[in-house]
């Protein structure tokens, strides 16, 4: 009984490590978000292809966070996001309502992950965990254009991302 709970435990560990939502994908680009002297996160894009072609099912995009953010100021700040790139529009308080209530407050060193399925929908994960999903594929072109839009808030870090030059 005890060599069966052994096996089912290092079953469930192996099947938990494998299901990495950038594990089968190859990166595309890096980029760090600065801000005046303080480093907020590192973020990472990944597509099947290693090549960034627009928003496809399989692009991920990983955040590692350098600084404790409270929920409310990633709500916040999303909302102001898609107000400057003229994308907030019907549905995006209820969009803001999920990610709420699926966010956690961040604290250095936590990974947040948007993986983008089959049918455009977006699937979050915390520090290798699934935290929900968004079916809504308009939701998630928004979300990820606050990073990927030519129009972002931080033209560099776009460019790094997509794999072009800085």
């Known amino acids: 009984m005890r060599r069966l709970n052994v096996f089912l435990l290092s079953l469930l560990f192996t099947t938990t490590l494998a299901a ?11 980029a760090t978000l600065k801000v005046l002297f303080w480093t907020i996160y590192d973020s990472y894009l990944y597509t099947p292809n290693g090549i960034y072609d627009g928003v496809e099912p399989g692009l991920a995009l990983q ?27 019907t549905g995006c308080e209820e969009w803001l309502g999920a990610l709420e209530a699926m966010w956690p407050n961040l604290k250095r060193g ?45 033209p560099r870090l776009r460019n790094q991302l997509v794999g072009l030059s800085g």
């Open 110 to 154: 936590d990974e947040l992950i948007l993986q983008v399925d089959k049918d455009l929908n977006s699937n979050f994960f915390f520090n290798g965990e699934l935290i929900g999903s968004i079916e809504d594929s308009r939701f998630t072109e928004s979300f990820l254009a606050i990073w990927l839009s030519e129009n972002s808030s931080y």
């Open 63 to 89: 955040i590692n966070y350098r600084r404790n953010i409270s929920r409310s100021d990633l709500i916040d700040r999303t909302r102001g996001e898609w107000q400057k790139l003229d994308l907030y529009q």
């Open 20 to 30: 990495s939502p950038t594990q089968n994908l190859n990166p595309v680009g890096s």
